[in-house]
């Protein structure tokens, strides 16, 4: 249930970090059953301020990658995404233990979207860590890749030791309600694009799977 996906080439995440350079910023919020508020108990970071024109560029450029990502609409069946909270954490930030909000700009929040906006070897520490059961999995993903997870899994930040750690924040909600039926069809799109890139002249091989996926959604999505 937590899923990586290619979505910023590496022009684009040049062009986002230039931007960030020098996009004004304002100290990041923690989010407490819909209020918003600094604490830095809890959370130290900084984001991007969005009235501002470096804001709207950056957002221009993950919105048209998203929409050109064919593997990100088809698979994950997102039927809303919030706007991105382009995020930094600066040496000796991080963010505490905590659950997203059941709702988050207005929308049921499905699936949590970190989009990494620099490569890993440009921070120290400041791992996304998801604890799914009794066990904790740690992510550095590499410039450009987003991580999508449940929003109900417990996850923080891991403090920042060296450098600076950018991403994208988002929230999504899918077009299917139902929880086990949603990571079935993702894995099942997930298998189909597979297939269809390893055997690519055999399109018609994976068509049957492909009307099964269709029809669950057409049947039991929020279309």
Same mark, same amino acid.
């Given at each position: 249930?937590?899923?990586?996906?290619?979505?910023?080439?590496?022009k684009?995440?040049k062009?986002i970090n230039?931007l960030f350079?020098v996009?004004?910023v304002?100290?990041?919020l923690?989010?407490?059953? !819909?209020?918003? /508020?600094i604490d830095?108990?809890?959370? %130290?970071s900084?984001?991007?301020e969005?009235?501002? *024109?470096?804001f709207?560029?950056?957002l221009?450029?993950?919105?048209?990658?998203?929409?050109?990502?064919?593997?990100f609409?088809a698979?994950?069946?997102f039927?809303d995404?919030?706007v991105?909270i382009?995020s930094?954490?600066r040496?000796? !930030?991080f963010? /505490?233990?905590h659950?997203?909000?059941? %709702?988050?700009?207005?929308l049921?929040?499905h699936? *949590?979207?970190?989009?990494?906006l620099?490569?890993?070897?440009e921070?120290?520490?400041g791992?996304?860590?998801?604890?799914?059961g009794d066990?904790?999995?740690?992510?550095?993903?590499?410039?450009?890749?987003?991580?999508i997870?449940?929003? !109900?899994l417990?996850?923080?930040?891991?403090?920042i030791t060296?450098?600076r750690?950018?991403?994208?924040?988002?929230w999504?909600?899918?077009i299917i309600?139902e929880?086990?039926l949603r990571?079935q069809l993702?894995d099942l799109?997930?298998?189909?694009i597979?297939?269809m890139?390893?055997?690519p002249d055999n399109?018609e091989?994976?068509?049957p799977?492909?009307?099964?996926?269709?029809n669950?959604?057409r049947?039991y999505?929020d279309l």
């Amino acid at each position: 249930m937590i899923y990586e996906c290619e979505i910023l080439n590496e022009k684009s995440v040049k062009n986002i970090n230039e931007l960030f350079d020098v996009a004004p910023v304002r100290q990041g919020l923690v989010s407490k059953r !819909g209020k918003n /508020d600094i604490d830095e108990t809890q959370k %130290k970071s900084f984001a991007m301020e969005q009235t501002s *024109s470096q804001f709207r560029k950056s957002l221009d450029i993950v919105n048209t990658a998203l929409q050109d990502s064919n593997d990100f609409s088809a698979t994950y069946m997102f039927k809303d995404i919030t706007v991105p909270i382009f995020s930094e954490y600066r040496e000796g !930030g991080f963010y /505490d233990k905590h659950i997203d909000d059941i %709702k988050i700009a207005g929308l049921t929040t499905h699936h *949590s979207i970190s989009l990494f906006l620099n490569s890993p070897d440009e921070y120290g520490g400041g791992q996304l860590v998801v604890k799914f059961g009794d066990q904790e999995y740690g992510y550095k993903c590499k410039a450009g890749t987003a991580l999508i997870y449940p929003t !109900g899994l417990l996850h923080h930040v891991e403090p920042i030791t060296s450098g600076r750690r950018r991403v994208a924040l988002m929230w999504g909600t899918s077009i299917i309600r139902e929880n086990f039926l949603r990571y079935q069809l993702i894995d099942l799109s997930n298998s189909i694009i597979k297939g269809m890139k390893e055997l690519p002249d055999n399109d018609e091989v994976f068509l049957p799977f492909e009307q099964i996926r269709a029809n669950f959604m057409r049947e039991y999505g929020d279309l």
